[in-house]
C-alpha cells in the first residue's frame, strides 16, 4: 500500500546574527513538541560548507545542495512540525514545504549589546548592525516566501513573551505583520544614526 503523504508545518526562524534566533526556536520546539535543526550544525554535519572565512567568522555554504538535502530530512522527518533556525533560513528551505516565517528584529541599540558579550567586534559587528538597520534577512523573507511571513520586534522581550507572541500568530489569534520596524528612523531621531552606518 502506497504510504500517506503527511504534511509538515514548517516555521523557520530567521533573523540577523545574535538576534535571539536559537533561544526562541528551542523554547518553542519545546512548546510545539516539534523537531528542532539549527542550520548551521545541519551544514556541519552534512558537509555542506564550501568556505570558511576566519576573520570574519562566517562560512560559504552550498545553497543548492543544502535546499536538497533539507527537503529530504523534512519529507523523512517523523514529526509534523519541524523548526528551522538559521539567519539564511529563509533561502535554502523549498518554498512548497514552508508554512511560516518569522522574522526575528531588535533594536540596533540593543542588538549591539548582545553582540559585543558574544564577542563581535570590528566589521563583523558592524556589517552585521548595518543588515539589521536595512532589513537584509527581512529582504530576504519576503523574496522567497512573500505572504507567509511575520515580522516580530523582540526589543526588551524575554524569549518566552516572544514565543507566545509566535504561538499567538500560528493560532490566528494576532495578525502577521511585515513592514512596521523601521531602524533607521528610530536611530535618526535619536541622532545616533551616523554612528551606527559608519563605514567599516
Ligand atoms: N530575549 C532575550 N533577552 C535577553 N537575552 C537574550 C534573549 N534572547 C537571546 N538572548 C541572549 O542573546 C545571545 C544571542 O542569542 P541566540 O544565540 O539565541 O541568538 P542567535 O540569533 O541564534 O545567534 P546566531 O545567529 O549567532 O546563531 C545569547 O547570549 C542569548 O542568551
Ligand atoms: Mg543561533
Redesign the pocket.
Known amino acids: 500500500m502506497p504510504q500517506a503523504v503527511v504534511m509538515k508545518h514548517v516555521i523557520l526562524i530567521t533573523?540577523?546574527?545574535?538576534?535571539?534566533?536559537?533561544?526562541?526556536?528551542?523554547a518553542l520546539t519545546t512548546k510545539l513538541n516539534a523537531q528542532y535543526i539549527?542550520l548551521?550544525d545541519y551544514a556541519k554535519q552534512n558537509n555542506l560548507i564550501i568556505e570558511e572565512d576566519p576573520e570574519r567568522c562566517t562560512t560559504v555554504i552550498n545553497e543548492e545542495a543544502m535546499q536538497e538535502n533539507l527537503g529530504a530530512t523534512i519529507d523523512a522527518s517523523e514529526n509534523g512540525t519541524i523548526v528551522i533556525?538559521?539567519?539564511y533560513a529563509a533561502a535554502v528551505i523549498p518554498e512548497e514545504q514552508v508554512a511560516q516565517v518569522f522574522v526575528?528584529r531588535r533594536n540596533p541599540v540593543e542588538l549591539k549589546s548582545?553582540m559585543e558579550?558574544?564577542g563581535y567586534s570590528g566589521s563583523k559587528l558592524w556589517e552585521n548592525l548595518q543588515a539589521e538597520i536595512i532589513d537584509v534577512c527581512l529582504g530576504e523573507a519576503v523574496q522567497f516566501h512573500a505572504g507567509r511571513v511575520c515580522e516580530l520586534d523582540?526589543t526588551g522581550?524575554?524569549?518566552e513573551?516572544?514565543v507566545e507572541e509566535i504561538v499567538e500568530v500560528l493560532e490566528k489569534r494576532i495578525s502577521c505583520r511585515v513592514g512596521t520596524i523601521d531602524w533607521m528612523g528610530t536611530l535618526e531621531k535619536e541622532g545616533i544614526l551616523d554612528q551606527y552606518l559608519k563605514p567599516m
Open positions: 533573523g540577523t546574527p545574535c538576534v535571539g534566533k536559537t533561544t526562541v526556536a528551542k539549527n548551521t533556525d538559521g539567519h526575528l548582545f558579550k558574544r523582540a522581550k524575554t524569549p513573551q516572544v
